[in-house]
């Protein structure tokens, strides 16, 4: 297996071009070894029924329907999978041999994820509390403390507030692939034509050009393993209601109480707008 491909240019110089096809083959096998053995742990350790918190002041004023994600935060993550779908089939389809007009679909696609993403920015940096998604010390120790539960070595960490920490750092982990991918996008878009830029394929060295095309790359085929896991715990059975929030908005009173801490993550009858 190579990692990175290499070319001579035209002074007979060996620079560096892009990552090896390989890389996305070892994503895909990375992913699908790690649901395989997700689901060999699961079918070992059944999941155990989660307890509802009951009593205190915390929980009095739970609503029936307890909003988790709003309308605005809803449509940026359907436009993001969307556009990470086509992104990732109009980049890997033709690598596989798969033939088609794929370079104008691949760029329109782009700038929609770029223009959502910057959408969502905005959005988080005014209409939504950034702490929730930040991971502190105190996080990092309740993260070991829920692999030593899982390994059988502990006890369950307590209840989270409105994101789990595992959740968090899919989250900035995808936020480091995504943003590999734009930026490194954005250049190359100067290398065709589009209503944005002039063509100019020497705007940048060889070397420069493969280092960009490196980073592009290794940022997409994070993506492809990232996506796999997510897609996974998406439509698990115990995990489906955090799905169906993301549609409706809204979770139940009974899997907020079951999954939530009520001091952590303090919810009222008056509707968030997180």
């Known amino acids: 297996m190579s990692f990175f491909q290499w070319e001579l240019n035209p002074w007979g110089q060996e620079v560096l071009t892009r990552i090896s096809w390989d890389l996305f083959w070892l994503s895909v096998v990375l992913g699908a070894l790690f649901i395989v053995a997700h689901l060999a742990y699961r079918a070992r350790h059944k999941p155990a029924e989660a307890v509802v918190t009951t009593g205190g002041s915390a929980t009095a004023g739970v609503p029936d329907k307890v909003q988790r994600h709003s309308l605005a935060s809803r449509l940026f993550h359907w436009v993001m999978a969307v556009t990470v779908f086509v992104l990732l089939v109009t980049g890997f389809f033709p690598v596989l041999g798969i033939q088609f007009n794929w370079v104008l679909i691949h760029w329109v696609a782009g700038i929609a994820f770029i223009g959502s993403v910057l959408f969502h920015i905005v959005h988080a940096s005014f209409w939504m509390n950034l702490r929730d998604i930040w991971v502190s010390a105190a996080d990092w120790r309740e993260f070991q403390?829920?692999?030593?539960?899982?390994?059988?070595?502990?006890?369950?960490?307590?209840?989270?507030?409105?994101?789990?920490?595992?959740?968090?750092?899919?989250?900035?982990?995808?936020?480091?692939?995504?943003?590999?991918?734009?930026?490194?996008?954005?250049?190359?878009?100067?290398?065709?034509?589009?209503?944005?830029?002039?063509?100019?394929?020497?705007?940048?060295?060889?070397?420069?050009w493969g280092l960009i095309y490196v980073v592009h790359g290794l940022s997409a085929v994070g993506l492809v393993g990232m996506i796999m896991a997510h897609v996974y715990f998406a439509v698990l059975p115990e995990k489906r209601w955090l799905t169906l929030g993301m549609i409706a908005g809204w979770i139940s009173k009974e899997d907020f109480l079951a999954n939530h801490d009520p001091k952590r993550w303090a919810v009222s009858k008056k509707a968030e707008q997180g």
């Not at 982990?173 to 209503?195: C, D, N, Q, S």
């Open 145 to 208: 403390q829920e692999i030593r539960h899982a390994l059988g070595k502990g006890e369950p960490p307590p209840k989270p507030g409105k994101y789990p920490v595992d959740h968090r750092l899919f989250h900035h982990m995808t936020v480091l692939a995504g943003f590999g991918v734009m930026l490194t996008g954005l250049f190359m878009m100067v290398r065709i034509e589009t209503p944005f830029f002039t063509r100019n394929p020497y705007l940048f060295s060889d070397g420069t």
